[in-house]
Each structure stands twice: as structure tokens, then as C-alpha cells.
């Protein structure tokens, strides 16, 4: 098999599963709601154009964002797409500053025909991720000084099913079934660090869900002439009650400051297993891109999602509703097997700014990034390397806010099988 001849899939997994070791973020904003989202955009070459993906179709890609998207498939290919992703962070206020990095497997994907108008695809990615670590000191004149540490960790993941249906020649249906899992861990205590007389207090709450979400897609394609192609997509996805269970345990402690042993003096609350629902909100968003054959192409996305319908366990939350805007493009100098490797690479760019779900202090944290990426050709191969690289922040240092600063790092390869086909003998 091609792929194992490359030895590009072993190396892969190698890395793979030495990034997963490191899952942990560094982002205190991931303490709000279902943490950091991540979106169905993640694949390497979609990420390097500004995450453009709505109405973006391409027989060599698996494009989970708009599961309309699989009908681009070619009739007689096995599709596998693969990626890493690296984010490299650093945190400042007006006062202070740290950085850090996480690194961990982003997607895994297949797709491949199933009939002349039937397209099928699966994977797996993350939903949503937690880490952060913080001490907050609150100095009281007359009184001790206050010192209150909050960390959390954990996320949800997610493994679809996704299928498309032709419908003509020209439009395109899709579903995505994606079966949503994970668990949170949210710790919290308050010390006095002048007094020992003073009980602390430590609480501990784990969350955890699974359930099915549904979301769903339309592409049509414009053709204006032979090479200038024009795809509008549509998306959806419909709110869903995600069924999860909750851990809570609250003590009065000593101890636990500067290294000392954490004391239990006892239990101010205990709820063991609590099962309820947390409110997925409705989400739909608009996108196009426009094509000169394989020469050059050009997208925009619009997304939207109310999510200030957001709830757990029958309590609203204070989030915003948010939207997402992406601007990008690709170009290829030459396609064709005899150009040199420069001309026959393709170059991405583009931008996105988000406005996220979470407002502190009457101060948006939304998030701005600028990317660009390469995909390298193997020789004598329909196997691609894919690069991107993108630069933006997140949040303010007003009001005593944090700014992340971060530079996120992709890495994937897509390899392309004919597995579909006979093979014929002279």
C-alpha cells in the first residue's frame, strides 16, 4: 500500500502521540462556559485560509464544517486526512507576564463514495478544551491577606458520521451525526496565608456528557465558465439538550499554603452524582468561495451562534451570542507533474475575527488571527503535506484583564488512494 511506502503515516502517528501527552492549554478565559471551542473548520489547509470552510469543496480534503462538502469526492478515491496542532501562548497584564504551549492530535478523518450520489466520511476531533491555573492575591488592610487559586482541566470531544447526497450536478445535502464526549475538572480555594486560625475553603466539581448532535449543510456551484466556478454554502445546527452528570464536594481546610499539607477540617457540602442537561445552543452561518480551476481561489464565512440560550443543570449563564468572520484564499503557480516543486505548491492566506461568548467587566474578549500555510506535493504521489502558521490575541489588559498572545502551529497530510476502481492488465 502507497501509504505505508511513504512512511509518512508511521512518522505522523509518532509525533501524534508524543503531542498528545501535552493536551493541556494555558488559557484563564477557558474557565468560562464549555472552555476554549474549537470548530469543524480544523483541517490544516481550511485553518491557513482563515478557517473558511462553509462553501469549500474539495475532492482531496474532508471538510467537516459543511457536511455538504463530502458530494465533492471523487467517485473512485479513499480519502485520509490527518493533523497536529501546536499553539505556543503568552499572558500579560499591565504588570506581569508568562508563557506556554500545549501541543495534541487535531482531526483524524476518512472519506470515500458509497454509490454515484452518496458520499460518506468519519472522524474525530476536540469540541472544546480547559487548562488554566491561577492565584489571585486580595491584600485587606487590617485583616489577612486573601489568596484564592482556581485551576480546571478536561474538554469535550467529538466522533462524527457524516454523509452527502448530489442532488443534480451541481447541489449538494449533508448531515453530520457526531456523538459529543468528555468531563471537566474545576478546583477552587480560598486561603489566608497571614493566619493560621483561619479555615480555608477548597471546592472540587467534575462534570461530564455525552450525547448526539446533528448539524447540517447545503452547497450549490455556479459555473460561469469552464475554469470560474462560484460554491454558496449554507450550515445548521439545531439546539440540543446534552445529557451529563455532576460531582460537587466542598471542605473547610488548613494547611495547603507554601507547600504545606492540606488539611481536611470538614465537609460543608457533598452532592455524589447529579444528572441533568446542558443546553447546546442553535448555530447557522453562511460562506461562498470563488474558483479560477485549480489557479487560485477566494472564500468568506460568516457563522453565528446564540448562546445565550447557554444552560447547565437549569441555571443560565451571563455568555453573549457570538459570530465568526473569515476572509481567505489559495494560489498554485502550475499543477502539473513535469513544474518544479515551488510552482506546483499551493499558498494560503487569510484572517478571522471572532466575537466570542464571553464579555468580563462590560469588556469583550474576542479574538483576532492571521494566518498563511503551504501544501507540499510528494513526487510521483497523490500524498500532500500541509503547513499553517497563525498569529493573532485574545481578550485586553483593560480593567486588569489578561491579553493572550499566541502563534498556533498545524501540521497535517492528506493522502488520496484510487481504491475504488479496477485495475486493467495489458
Same mark, same amino acid.
Given at each position: 500500500?502507497?501509504?505505508?511506502?511513504?512512511?509518512?503515516?508511521?512518522?505522523?502517528?509518532?509525533?501524534?502521540?508524543?503531542?498528545?501527552?501535552?493536551?493541556?492549554?494555558?488559557?484563564?478565559?477557558?474557565?468560562?462556559?464549555?472552555?476554549?471551542?474549537?470548530?469543524?473548520?480544523?483541517?490544516?489547509?481550511?485553518?491557513?485560509?482563515?478557517?473558511?470552510?462553509?462553501?469549500?469543496?474539495?475532492?482531496?480534503?474532508?471538510?467537516?464544517?459543511?457536511?455538504?462538502?463530502?458530494?465533492?469526492?471523487?467517485?473512485?478515491?479513499?480519502?485520509?486526512?490527518?493533523?497536529?496542532?501546536?499553539?505556543?501562548?503568552?499572558? !500579560? @497584564?499591565?504588570?506581569?507576564?508568562?508563557?506556554?504551549? *500545549?501541543?495534541?492530535?487535531?482531526?483524524?478523518?476518512?472519506?470515500?463514495?458509497?454509490?454515484?450520489?452518496? /458520499?460518506?466520511?468519519?472522524?474525530?476531533?476536540?469540541?472544546?478544551?480547559?487548562?488554566?491555573?491561577?492565584?489571585?492575591?486580595?491584600? +485587606?488592610?487590617?485583616?489577612?491577606?486573601?489568596?484564592?487559586?482556581?485551576?480546571?482541566?478536561?474538554?469535550?470531544?467529538?466522533?462524527?458520521?457524516?454523509?452527502?447526497?448530489?442532488?443534480?450536478?451541481?447541489?449538494?445535502?449533508?448531515?453530520?451525526?457526531?456523538?459529543?464526549?468528555?468531563?471537566? /475538572?474545576?478546583?477552587?480555594?480560598?486561603?489566608?496565608?497571614?493566619?493560621?486560625?483561619?479555615?480555608?475553603? !477548597?471546592?472540587?466539581?467534575?462534570? /461530564?456528557?455525552?450525547?448526539?448532535?446533528?448539524?447540517?449543510?447545503?452547497?450549490?456551484?455556479?459555473?460561469?465558465?469552464?475554469? !470560474?466556478?462560484? @460554491?454558496?454554502? +449554507?450550515?445548521?445546527?439545531?439546539?440540543?439538550?446534552?445529557?451529563?452528570?455532576?460531582?460537587?464536594?466542598?471542605?473547610?481546610?488548613?494547611?495547603?499554603?507554601?507547600?504545606?499539607?492540606?488539611?481536611?477540617?470538614?465537609?460543608?457540602?457533598?452532592?455524589?452524582?447529579?444528572?441533568?442537561?446542558?443546553?447546546?445552543?442553535?448555530?447557522?452561518?453562511?460562506?461562498?468561495? *470563488? !474558483?479560477?480551476?485549480?489557479?487560485?481561489?477566494?472564500?468568506?464565512?460568516?457563522?453565528?451562534?446564540?448562546?445565550?440560550?447557554?444552560?447547565?443543570?437549569?441555571?443560565?449563564?451571563?455568555?453573549?451570542?457570538?459570530?465568526?468572520?473569515?476572509?481567505?484564499?489559495?494560489?498554485?503557480?502550475?499543477?502539473?507533474?513535469?513544474?518544479?516543486?515551488?510552482?506546483?505548491? @499551493?499558498?494560503?492566506?487569510?484572517?478571522?475575527?471572532?466575537?466570542?461568548?464571553?464579555?468580563?467587566?462590560?469588556?469583550?474578549?474576542?479574538?483576532?488571527?492571521?494566518?498563511?500555510?503551504?501544501?507540499?506535493?510528494?513526487?510521483?504521489?497523490?500524498?500532500?503535506?500541509?503547513?499553517?502558521?497563525?498569529?493573532?490575541? /485574545?481578550?485586553?489588559?483593560?480593567?486588569?484583564?489578561?491579553?493572550?498572545?499566541?502563534?498556533?502551529?498545524?501540521?497535517?497530510?492528506?493522502?488520496?488512494?484510487?481504491?475504488?476502481?479496477?485495475?486493467?492488465?495489458?
Amino acid at each position: 500500500m502507497k501509504i505505508l511506502k511513504t512512511g509518512i503515516l508511521p512518522i505522523l502517528l509518532f509525533f501524534v502521540l508524543g503531542a498528545s501527552a501535552q493536551t493541556r492549554i494555558n488559557s484563564p478565559y477557558s474557565r468560562y462556559g464549555l472552555g476554549e471551542l474549537y470548530g469543524k473548520n480544523n483541517n490544516t489547509a481550511l485553518l491557513a485560509m482563515g478557517g473558511i470552510s462553509i462553501g469549500y469543496a474539495n475532492p482531496t480534503m474532508v471538510n467537516p464544517a459543511n457536511p455538504a462538502s463530502y458530494g465533492a469526492f471523487d467517485s473512485a478515491t479513499f480519502v485520509f486526512d490527518v493533523g497536529i496542532f501546536a499553539d505556543f501562548k503568552s499572558l !500579560k @497584564t499591565t504588570t506581569l507576564s508568562e508563557s506556554g504551549y *500545549f501541543a495534541s492530535l487535531n482531526y483524524l478523518y476518512f472519506g470515500f463514495p458509497v454509490t454515484k450520489w452518496w /458520499r460518506t466520511s468519519l472522524g474525530m476531533m476536540p469540541f472544546s478544551k480547559i487548562g488554566y491555573d491561577v492565584n489571585i492575591l486580595v491584600e +485587606l488592610k487590617g485583616f489577612s491577606n486573601v489568596e484564592n487559586s482556581i485551576e480546571g482541566d478536561g474538554g469535550l470531544n467529538q466522533f462524527f458520521w457524516g454523509n452527502a447526497f448530489n442532488i443534480g450536478k451541481n447541489f449538494r445535502a449533508g448531515i453530520n451525526t457526531t456523538y459529543l464526549f468528555g468531563e471537566s /475538572r474545576r478546583r477552587s480555594i480560598i486561603n489566608f496565608p497571614d493566619s493560621i486560625l483561619i479555615l480555608g475553603t !477548597k471546592t472540587e466539581s467534575i462534570v /461530564r456528557g455525552g450525547d448526539f448532535i446533528f448539524d447540517y449543510g447545503l452547497q450549490y456551484d455556479i459555473h460561469f465558465n469552464k475554469t !470560474k466556478k462560484l @460554491t454558496i454554502g +449554507l450550515v445548521y445546527a439545531n439546539s440540543i439538550q446534552l445529557s451529563a452528570t455532576r460531582a460537587y464536594l466542598a471542605t473547610t481546610i488548613s494547611g495547603a499554603t507554601d507547600g504545606s499539607v492540606e488539611v481536611v477540617k470538614d465537609t460543608i457540602a457533598y452532592q455524589p452524582e447529579e444528572t441533568g442537561t446542558i443546553l447546546l445552543p442553535d448555530r447557522m452561518g453562511f460562506g461562498f468561495t *470563488f !474558483k479560477n480551476g485549480e489557479s487560485w481561489l477566494i472564500g468568506a464565512d460568516f457563522e453565528w451562534q446564540n448562546w445565550e440560550r447557554f444552560e447547565g443543570f437549569g441555571v443560565l449563564d451571563t455568555l453573549n451570542n457570538s459570530w465568526r468572520f473569515a476572509l481567505g484564499g489559495e494560489f498554485r503557480p502550475k499543477h502539473t507533474s513535469i513544474s518544479s516543486l515551488f510552482t506546483r505548491m @499551493t499558498y494560503r492566506l487569510g484572517m478571522r475575527y471572532n466575537k466570542s461568548y464571553l464579555s468580563i467587566a462590560n469588556n469583550p474578549i474576542n479574538e483576532f488571527g492571521i494566518s498563511f500555510g503551504l501544501t507540499f506535493p510528494l513526487k510521483k504521489s497523490r500524498t500532500t503535506l500541509d503547513l499553517g502558521i497563525e498569529i493573532g490575541k /485574545r481578550g485586553t489588559t483593560k480593567d486588569n484583564l489578561i491579553q493572550e498572545n499566541f502563534v498556533n502551529f498545524t501540521f497535517g497530510v492528506s493522502i488520496n488512494e484510487y481504491w475504488f476502481h479496477k485495475r486493467k492488465f495489458q
